[in-house]
């Protein structure tokens, strides 16, 4: 792997370390991001907060679900 | 004095850097008993005079150059994901998906790796400054990096968080140099469970005013989020040690 690699994967790993909660996390703010700025989804605005909340919390349970399902899949192999 | 919010960043970063300060303290210790206590010394404060400069110079410059929607849109984005990081660490500790942290053994496995005799006391062991060094950068790194991120508050909320850093080291200093010993009392994942829900909540409260949100109460809904959090939180640990109890328990066919 090389240096620049090596350096992404180290500030990756510091910050977050968990793809589903990078994912999870810019797939939240991306929607925010559009509902802010579509004229079509104004009517959702009101609700920004919520749904960014929501959207913290199903970040939070899915990365759980998959450390469960790791954990499992490692049990019965074992 | 510090007004009610800025007592908030002060926990939340005293907290936070309290933890790593605490595995920090373990490392300069092993370099102290594996060399010497002059070389653990220097190295230890070196890498607190680079966090200090970090902290002084980035967390200034952020205030002072870039603009407040721009920032807290910027920090809340890196708040979520760090605070994401060190809540979905923390549950899966109190479930057992995940190990708990042991100073002990980390203290332990530092100085079996350590050059065979202690060096003499007067002198400077380049081994121990490195350990030390290394030590304390890396685990003041999330540390710095907290106080840093409150820069998204204003130069009030950098400066209390910053304070809350710098209290945090100067407990776990004076309570290393009574015990003398990895701190194994210090119940880190109750701490980390905490900075996780602190760090979520402001990295929520700030992304939301970066998009225009007006949260309800103002500051007060920061309070709100964070118990919302840790509502949440509880049931998830609640919920997955059921589930890890059913999995143990089902009967083979």
New interface residues.
Partial sequence: MNIIMKVILAIYN?????IV??I??TAT?LI??LI?KVDGLEPLRDG??AI??VG??A???L??AR??AT??RS?SIR | MLDAMQWAIFTAAFLAAGVEWVEAFTLVLAASVSTNRRSAIVGALLALAVLALLIVTLGVALVTLVPLEVLRFVIGFLLLLFGLKWLKDAIQRYTGLKRKRDEEAVFLSNVDTAPARPSPEESIDSFGVLLAFKGVLLEGLEGAFVAISFAGGGMGALAAASLGVASAAVVVVTVGTFVQAPLRRIPENTLKFVVGILLTAYGTFWAGESYGIEWPLADLALVLLGLGYLFASAILITTIRNRTTEVVTEPVP
Avoid: C, H, K, Y
């Avoid at chain 1, 510091?14 to 968990?18: A, E, I, R």
């Fill in positions: 510091f910050f977050v370390g968990d909660i990078l999870g996390v703010m925010l991001a802010n920004m907060g960014l909340i913290v919390l970040t939070l349970v990365s759980e450390g469960i954990s499992e049990a």
